[in-house]
Structures are given as structure tokens and as C-alpha cells.
């Protein structure tokens, strides 16, 4: 199973910022677009943002703007760069694989994760 390992989350201000990192092992993953999820309890678990090989990125409309997605495909590492933090966005963050179809637009829509995943990182934006 591909290891996934994500980093960086904490407690945290409405209107501030956290950088999460997300570590991927296998070298095939600097060619797969790649991911970051959340959930909260009781909800589902959604991708919020998206990053392909060549860096299209795509979002959600609940992150856009004030979210961005970046990697370094040297390191097999994923980040999430996170501003204008809102309660809303509390929750478990996990990264992970993200297959699309390649006859279309990098979508949010469109995304469908990869089966295993990691221990994800909790954010939790509160004063």
C-alpha cells in the first residue's frame, strides 16, 4: 500500500494561517495528481483541493481563494498552504492520490482518491 503521511495541523485563530505537508512514498507519485481531503465528524470525507503533475490546480468553492495546493515532486511532498482560516474548516486533513479522467479538465469534481490512506492531521480553527 502506498504510506501517506501528513504534518502541520494545530489549533489555530479565526483568520489565521496553518502550512500542512503531506509525505508520499512511491515514485509513481510525482506523476499522479494528488489531493487533500477533509472531514469533520459526522460529515463526509470531500476533497477540498487538487494538484496535477504539471500543477493544474482545482478547488472547492468553501476553500477557494483562500486555500492553495503546491508540490514539490522532487521530495514526494504535498503541501497546503491555508489562510483566512474559518471554524468551518475545522477538521481531520488527509491526503492521498487523486485519479481523474484524462479527457477532461483537473476537476474537484471529478476526483476519485486512492484506497489507502493516512492517520491525517487535525486542524481546528477556533477562538
Known amino acids: 500500500q502506498v504510506q501517506l503521511v501528513e504534518s502541520g495541523g494545530g489549533l489555530v485563530q479565526p483568520g489565521g494561517s496553518l502550512r500542512l505537508s503531506c509525505a508520499a512514498s512511491g515514485s509513481l507519485s510525482s506523476i499522479r495528481a494528488m489531493g487533500w481531503y477533509r472531514q469533520a465528524p459526522g460529515s463526509q470525507r470531500d476533497l477540498v483541493a487538487l494538484?496535477?503533475?504539471?500543477?493544474?490546480?482545482d478547488y472547492a468553492t468553501s476553500v477557494k481563494g483562500r486555500f492553495t495546493i503546491s508540490r514539490d515532486n522532487a521530495k514526494n511532498t504535498v503541501f497546503l498552504q491555508m489562510n483566512a482560516l474559518e471554524p468551518e474548516d475545522t477538521a481531520v486533513y488527509y491526503c492521498n492520490v487523486v485519479f481523474l479522467p484524462l479527457d477532461a479538465p483537473p476537476r474537484i469534481r471529478l476526483g476519485v482518491p486512492g484506497t489507502s490512506w493516512g492517520q491525517g492531521t487535525q486542524v481546528t480553527v477556533s477562538s
Open positions: 494538484i496535477t503533475a504539471a500543477g493544474v490546480t
